[in-house]
């Protein structure tokens, strides 16, 4: 039965008056069958055993790998999430989306469907950040510095950035 005692399947199965049935249950996915209360079978061939099906505990985890944090949706099989719903957030880059693998080889979106504990992962675009590069010269009197000029830059984020002598300021 689903949640709500609908009728999943039905079986008929022949056993003689007075004794007791065997019935076993069938293989649901997402469920898991509950134990079976057998009966003696009656001559009025109204004789029922019902065999009662739990929906399965499923959970939808997010990695964001760095990003803002994103609650683990808990439920039981066949609950829905809709992904578009579920967007972190991550200081230099934008959010490209979630797959099935840390990789991103797998993307996933839209409305999912766990079958059992499952993670999706975030994926991240770099974008362009602003930096400055500030210059100090010795002085000639003492050990200390002072202010020879600003330059400000940009490069995306994660990228390795080195002033040179070419660098203007």
Do not use: C, H
Not at 144 to 169: F, I, R
């Amino acid at each position: 039965y689903e949640a709500d005692e609908t009728l999943l399947a039905e079986q008929t199965v022949s056993s003689k008056v007075g004794e007791t049935t065997n019935a076993q249950p069938q293989q649901v996915p997402g469920f898991t069958p509950q134990g079976i209360s057998q009966k003696r079978v009656e001559a009025d061939n109204e004789t029922i055993v019902e065999v009662k099906y739990n929906r399965n505990k499923v959970s939808l985890m997010f990695d964001t790998k760095g990003g803002t944090y994103i609650p683990t949706e808990n439920g039981k099989y066949g609950m829905q999430v809709d992904l578009d719903t579920k967007t972190p957030e991550k200081v230099g880059y934008s959010f490209a989306g979630w797959s099935r693998d840390e990789n991103g080889s797998e993307p996933v979106s839209g409305t999912v469907a766990p079958t059992g504990a499952e993670k999706v992962y975030a994926q991240w675009n770099p974008v362009m950040v602003k930096y400055k590069v500030v210059y100090l010269q010795e002085n000639a009197d003492n050990d200390e510095y002072s202010y020879a000029g600003t330059v400000e830059l940009e490069e995306l984020t994660d990228s390795t950035v080195q002033a040179t002598a070419s660098t203007q300021k």
